[in-house]
């Protein structure tokens, strides 16, 4: 094993997404024998400490100061600590500080330790009803509308079940960009994870889109679970036509995000569909 014998060892300890019921026996024997635990948020983590009656020392260690911490907890494991590293919910690094650390930690040749548990990605797509045999987590997408429509069209072919996370605020444009640049696929949007108003959301995304608009207001982090691309379709100029045709009805879409939308589902070049959306609107009118 790469590590230093006399050195201490970083725990990176999975903690609940909600329900504080959520947590290993290991868990929370580790985190009682550590010298210390590394939290994203220490007044957030001292409601599960106190449940547990867990009294060990805590600092903090959270996005904007992890590169500092880091030279910190270093030398506290070089001088025999052991120390435990927890995030405000679920697995540490996973969407959530630690990956600095864990990568620091490990060009030192020390021990680090997972201590497995919640991680609201796997309780969500379990339950989602789409493929769980490939899945690509990619966490939070750009929140500004370009850079997010790039991220979108980079994965576009991407055959796994995608697992996204967003805050309730942008969850709805999140999931409009989507659909035009995914086209409509099967999704299950979990909100709430093990907590008190937990919620499952399964349809198309346009199903999905409607049923959020639908309330009043959206609380809870989000997981999103979105079915991957089908294996490539054919279809002649007639079926594009009456594809084209039938979208025309429906849609709110514009003429440019339609023909890209139609173009990324069947693997028919933009300008074709656009020119064929162009045609069938003179017909109409």
């Known amino acids: 094993m790469d590590t230093q014998n006399s050195a201490g060892t970083l725990y990176i300890v999975a903690t609940p997404v ?3 019921e959520d947590i290993t026996f290991r868990a929370v024997k580790v985190l009682k024998q550590v010298d210390l635990i590394a939290a994203e948020d220490t ?4 409601k599960l400490l106190s449940h547990y009656d867990i009294k ?35 697995t540490p690094s ?11 930690v490990a060009r030192e040749m020390l021990s680090i330790i997972p201590i497995p548990g919640c991680s609201a990605a796997i309780a969500g797509l379990s339950v989602s009803g789409l493929p769980t045999d490939s899945f690509l987590f990619l966490g939070f997408l750009p929140k500004k509308q370009q850079k997010q429509k790039q991220a979108l069209e980079a994965i576009t072919n991407q055959s796994a079940t ?35 108003h937990e919620e499952y959301i399964r349809g198309n995304l346009s199903d999905i889109l409607k049923a959020l608009e639908e309330k009043e207001v959206i609380k809870g982090e989000c997981s999103l679970f979105v079915q991957g691309q089908l294996e490539q379709k054919t279809i ?10 039938s979208r025309l009805a429906t849609t709110e879409l514009g003429t440019s995000d ?26 109409d009118s």
């Open 18 to 20: 909600g329900n504080l």
């Open 94 to 104: 996973i969407s959530d500080p630690g990956y600095k650390l864990v990568t620091a």
């Open 43 to 46: 007044r957030h983590s001292k």
């Open 162 to 196: 995608l697992i996204f996370y967003e805050s309730p605020r942008r969850i709805k444009a999140l999931i409009d960009n989507m659909r035009t640049i995914l086209g409509d696929r099967k999704a299950c949007l979990a909100r709430e994870i093990t907590k008190l």
């Open 56 to 90: 060990t020392k805590l600092v903090s260690c959270h996005e904007h100061n992890e590169a500092n911490k880091t030279h910190q907890i270093i030398a506290h494991l070089k001088n025999g600590l052991d120390i435990a590293l927890i995030s405000d919910a679920g």
């Open 236 to 245: 002649d100029e007639e079926q594009l036509e009456k594809i084209i045709i």
């Open 258 to 283: 339609l023909a890209r939308q139609i173009s990324k589902e069947f693997k028919v070049s933009k300008k074709q569909v656009y020119d064929t959306i162009l045609k069938s609107n003179q017909i």
